[in-house]
């Protein structure tokens, strides 16, 4: 039997350990970057997918006129993808260079219109759009570097002053939960121990 590539699991997640050493910046500001991470669209879960289309009204309501709000252009067909819950993937479509749930201003409508209903700011964002830099591929929590290097703001080694775990603690905690994201950080001083 082949050893597991990654030694530690938590919440049936492999840890890639590269997320405690990848440099990145410190915190993610859509003011500096306008969103350039969301500009290629993203995966969802087919059960992401019908949460957003249950919205349908309000997420148009919110949009403004350089995104399109004919909902038959913001998804890809489904696919099946073994990395998400339901195992199928939906993609959501690009729309004038950026994903369609991007505004001008570098905002996610999905994420202005939870805050504007005044509930928790990723309840309708897809996983993988609050997790980037990080990705669950192949069973493995770790960092999306195919999509890191297109970025050219967060991958210039002058503005990376921290790390993937430093900069993105809150997504971690969203994914693993508050005792997985503790037993992250013990993992966490044991491979730096080790290292020494």
């Known amino acids: 039997m082949t050893k597991p590539k990654f030694e530690k699991m938590i919440n049936g997640m492999y840890i890639d350990p590269l997320i405690f050493t990848q440099k990145f910046v410190k915190s993610c500001d859509v003011c500096i970057c306008s969103g350039e991470c969301c500009y290629y669209g993203v ?17 148009i309501k919110s949009m403004d006129d350089s995104q399109t709000k004919d909902v038959e252009k913001w998804f890809e067909d489904p696919e099946p993808d073994d990395d998400f819950p339901s195992g199928i993937a939906v993609g959501t479509e690009v729309h ?3 994903c369609v749930f991007l505004d001008r201003q570098g905002y996610c409508t999905l994420q202005k219109i939870a805050m504007e209903d005044g509930e928790f700011k990723w309840k309708y964002k897809p996983l993988y759009c609050i997790l ?8 493995v929590l770790t960092v ?3 999509h890191l290097d297109r970025m050219h703001y967060c991958n210039k080694p002058v503005n990376q002053i921290s790390t993937v775990f430093d900069c993105c603690k809150n997504e971690l905690k969203h994914v693993l939960g508050e005792e997985g994201f503790k037993e992250l950080e013990a993992y966490r ?3 730096f121990s080790k290292s020494k």
Request: proline share 3%; hydrophobic share 30%; glycine share 6%.
């Open 43 to 59: 995966y969802t879960d087919k059960s992401e997918h019908e949460l957003i289309m249950s919205l349908k009204e309000r997420i």
């Open 132 to 139: 980037f830099p990080l990705v669950i591929f192949e069973g």
């Open 96 to 98: 004038n260079g950026k």
């Open 144 to 146: 999306d570097d195919e």
């Open 189 to 191: 001083e044991e491979f």
